[in-house]
């Protein structure tokens, strides 16, 4: 069968309806395992020793003692994880911030690990491994960075994306551009340009569950590895990358996640694990503290963005141009080009330009975090849109509305945009009564949009009927918002049966075919449209035993509400057989039934959405509550509307945290200082309002049933618009996020003076 | 055959022009061509080149049919969270 998914505009019974998540009472009552509830026998601990250091030479390692304590049963270095793929840079930083080799590039970067047969061993044995450093000068902040006589972190880093090559090696790793027309003529048309430097702080995902794995390596050269992640195959390739082994003997099991973001689409400890256990011929458990997953998972950039945009006095902005420098951790990555790519996304604009510059600094592995790096260019862009429009005097809606992107509008990172939502998200947010309601005394009303690409990808999804006509969806994709949910709707809904028929599972490495990780809003968007493809397959299978159960032609059967109908007026009387029925003959009209699909899920839809906050600043301490807030967003087609609002209100509620309160605050030392919960304060319920959200529902024609991503979107405007609705409030505008108490208060000070 | 369009970090790899005269009917023939007279391209179809058509993204498929009327945009490939 053709794997036809284009949109068709069918009508639904089960898609669109808000059943409880199959998933929902394991995790309430404590039986769902998360990556380190598995036990083996015989399993060790494993701990990591990691560098107090932001940058050091490693002079040398001594391991003796550990490996001699009682109890110990290996002990590890870069010496036993050598580079097995010689020449891929990728894969060797990979490898290098797992276990550092020459040198430590930031505060956390392990440089040897332990396997024990408890904690406590671990623990001593950690503290009897003597390293000793030359300690480097370092650099923690974007700006300070690229400065010329900055500290290096890479002597063979020269810029990419100059022309002429660079002679000398800098931290700034690569350049890109986007973009279109002539700025300069722009702004020599507009009425009005501002221009501005806007700063963001690096912040963490924040995940729940700590990074979670057990390995388990055999003498035979096989491997398992259970592990908390967003993606088991991906893994699966890089550890056995990574430890030169062959990628099919690596079975990979993925647990429930505790929330990943885009922080667990990357190894960390995994590949360490695996290399205990074969170096100890034992099952290894290594579960990271809270102080390790932000001193050494991967954590977003720091941004410093300049921007400039110019507008006419009636709203029309005649040109933007941004210049953003993000930092990258040690290694390059495509963070500011992210940020390039989106910032202006939202808008038509006849002139455009963005230059990203990739930023090595002595922090950790910068990594994806949830639309990675367009809240940062949103909030810089959003905030100067705000600000021109109050300077023209038009409202920051209307502005928005009439310089929106649409159907057939040249995007700002380059091909022409199809059927879109950015129009509709902002017509539907100036008709909301939230933009009307009466604001209280120091309070401030901010709104703005944002963008997110959306993608698909390789998928692989399988589902079998069972003797009694109940349906297991094996899936490859994993679930991180309620996906086993939706994909049993769309199964049921193709099929025709009811939704408790069906159970969704995520198989292991070894249960389905390759599948990408979960990312870029794709796990619903992809699995979906693989799931409608095997039970249509299913289906034709069915039809074939129905023919066969009535002798009949199989032309003369079809599907409907989940039964094989004959048609005709020789068969037309023919009572009509329901799947179960069907099931339970498989044996003696063909054996088992299933349907299979593997595609590439591209065409994924773009998003837009536009958000609406309300804050109250307390001027005498600095401190704000956000009081009201709505989200507006394009789903192209709710599958489940509970978990797409889930969606909606989670990024919000993360994106309000990076705001106001989240940041990594270095010390002069290049060390963390603030590793914990207690320091780095992501919102809890009681500091925010119940997130208001509407779905818009723009069908996406490359999806059969319309879908569009909807997991990253959400966190792009509320940087922006909380800054809009605080400036609005302490009547200065707010360059910095977080917009901590002492930051607001600065600039209220700052503004009276 | 369609104008191809390029985004700016790919520009120096083909002397600095906006746009490619390459006739191809599929992504594939296309990204095979763009090496052959382009070699520094290399690199970054390595690191995974995006095809836009028509506006929809195309990371992988090289089966792909490329209209002849079609707007065709190559972009990096992206990764998200």
Same mark, same amino acid.
Request: proline residues 6%; hydrophobic residues 40%; contains cysteine.
């Given at each position: @069968? ?36 598995? %036990? ?19 002079? $040398? ?5 550990? #490996? ?20 891929? %840079? *990728? ?7 797992? @276990? ?100 963001? #702080? ?27 992640? %967003? ?36 190894? /960390? ?39 400039? +945009?110019? +507008? ?22 495509? /963070? ?50 705000? #600000? ?12 928005? +509305? ?6 057939? $509008? ?36 901010? @709104? ?102 009535? #002798? ?6 079809? /599907? ?53 906050? *309300? ?42 945290? /990076? ?5 990594? +605050?270095?010390?002069? *030392? ?63 505008? @707010?360059?910095?996020?977080?917009? $901590? ?8 000070? $700052?503004?009276?003076? | ?20 005269? &390459? ?21 970054? &179809? ?6 836009? =058509?028509?506006?929809? &993204? ?13 707007? &065709?945009?190559?972009?990096?490939? =992206?990764?998200?969270?």
């Amino acid at each position: @069968m053709s794997n036809n998914t284009k949109f068709t505009g069918q009508s639904f019974k089960s898609v669109g309806t808000r059943p409880l998540r199959p998933d929902g009472l394991d995790k309430v009552t404590g039986r769902a395992r998360y990556g380190a509830d598995i %036990q083996l026998p015989g399993q060790l601990t494993a701990l990591i020793l990691r560098s107090p250091h932001a940058h050091a030479t490693i002079k $040398s390692i001594d391991t003796s003692k550990a #490996e001699k304590l009682k109890g110990v049963k290996a002990v590890l270095t870069s010496a036993d994880l050598p580079d097995k793929n010689k020449g891929d %840079q *990728d894969l060797f930083d990979i490898l290098d911030n797992c @276990m550092a080799r020459k040198k430590v590039l930031y505060d956390g970067h392990s440089v040897a690990a332990v396997a024990a047969i408890d904690a406590v061993t671990a623990r001593a044995a950690l503290k009897l491994i003597k390293v000793e450093y030359a300690i480097l000068p370092h650099v923690t902040d974007v700006d300070e960075a690229v400065k010329p006589k900055a500290p290096l972190l890479n002597r063979k880093c020269i810029t990419q994306g100059v022309e002429p090559t660079p002679k000398k090696a800098s931290n700034v790793a690569k350049r890109t551009e986007f973009g279109h027309g002539n700025t300069e003529t722009g702004f020599a048309e507009a009425d009005f340009v501002k221009e501005r430097n806007f700063k963001t #702080e690096q912040t963490h995902q924040g995940y729940i569950e700590p990074h979670a794995c057990v390995a388990s390596y055999s003498p035979d050269g096989t491997a398992e590895l259970w592990v908390c992640t %967003q993606g088991h195959f991906v893994f699966r390739q890089q550890c056995a990358a990574l430890l030169g082994m062959d990628v099919s003997k690596l079975r990979v099991t993925p647990t429930e996640i505790g929330g990943g973001f885009g922080g667990k689409t990357h190894v /960390w400890a995994e590949p360490v694990a695996l290399a205990l256990s074969r170096k100890a011929n034992r099952p290894v458990k290594l579960v990271m503290s809270r102080e390790e997953v932000f001193r050494a998972s991967g954590p977003t950039s720091a941004t410093s963005i300049d921007i400039k +945009i110019g +507008i006419t006095k009636d709203g029309t902005i005649t040109a933007g141009d941004a210049t953003l420098r993000y930092s990258n951790g040690p290694y390059v990555g495509p /963070w500011a080009m992210l940020g390039a790519m989106t910032a202006f996304a939202c808008y038509d604009l006849k002139n455009v330009r963005t230059v990203g510059y990739e930023v090595l600094v002595n922090r950790p592995k910068t990594t994806a975090y949830r639309a990675p790096s367009a809240p940062m260019a949103a909030f810089a862009v959003e905030s100067v849109i705000d #600000e021109l429009a109050a300077e023209i005097g038009m409202d920051p809606v209307e502005v928005r +509305i009439k310089n929106a992107a649409k159907e057939g $509008s040249q995007s700002s990172y380059g091909p022409v945009y199809g059927p879109i939502g950015i129009g509709p998200t902002l017509e539907a947010a100036q008709k909301h009564p939230h933009m009307s309601a009466k604001l209280g005394k120091n309070q401030g009303r901010g @709104m703005a949009c944002g963008f997110w690409f959306n993608f698909g990808g390789q998928t692989c999804t399988d589902l079998n009927i069972a003797p009694d006509g109940t349906v297991t969806l094996t899936v490859g994709t994993i679930d991180v918002g309620g996906a086993r949910a939706s994909l049993s709707l769309i199964a049921a809904e193709e099929l025709g049966i009811s939704y408790e028929d069906v159970k969704a599972v995520v198989g292991d490495t070894t249960s389905v075919g390759y599948n990408d990780m979960t990312d870029g809003s794709r796990g619903t968007f992809s699995s979906s449209m693989a799931t409608i493809i095997a039970a249509r397959n299913a289906i034709s299978i069915l039809k074939e035993r129905a023919a066969t159960m009535w #002798e009949i032609p199989v032309d003369k059967v079809i /599907w409907e509400e989940g039964h094989a109908k004959a048609t005709g007026k020789k068969h037309g009387n023919l009572a009509p057989l329901s799947l179960a029925e069907i099931a339970a003959e498989a044996p003696n009209t063909g054996g088992p039934i299933a349907g299979h699909n593997e595609l590439v899920a591209d065409g994924a839809g773009v998003s837009f959405a536009t958000h609406i906050c *309300d804050v109250e600043v307390d001027r005498e301490t600095g401190r704000t509550k956000v009081v009201r807030y709505t989200v507006i967003q394009d789903a192209g087609k709710a599958v489940h509307p509970t978990y797409v609002e889930g969606q909606y209100q989670g990024g919000a509620a993360q994106g309000i945290g /990076w705001a106001l309160n989240e940041e990594y +605050i270095y010390g002069d *030392d290049g060390r963390l200082q603030n590793p914990g919960f207690l320091d780095y304060r992501i919102p809890v319920c009681s500091d925010l309002p119940m997130i208001d959200t509407q779905i818009l529902e723009i069908p996406n024609p490359n999806h059969p049933y319309g879908v569009r991503g909807v997991g990253e979107t959400s966190i792009v405007p509320p940087l922006a618009a909380v800054a809009n609705a605080v400036s609005n409030a302490a009547g200065v505008r @707010m360059t910095h996020v977080p917009m $901590s108490a002492p930051r607001i208060l600065k600039a209220i000070d $700052s503004a009276q003076d | 055959m369609a104008e191809i369009k390029v985004w700016g970090g790919l520009r120096p790899a083909i002397g600095g022009a906006a746009t490619l005269d &390459i006739e191809a009917s599929t992504i594939r023939e296309l990204l095979r061509k763009l090496e052959e007279q382009y070699p520094d391209t290399a690199p970054f &179809i390595e690191a995974g080149i995006a095809v836009s =058509i028509d506006g929809v &993204i195309y990371r992988d498929s090289w089966g792909q049919k490329l209209p002849s009327s079609a707007e &065709i945009y190559l972009l990096p490939r =992206i990764e998200g969270g």
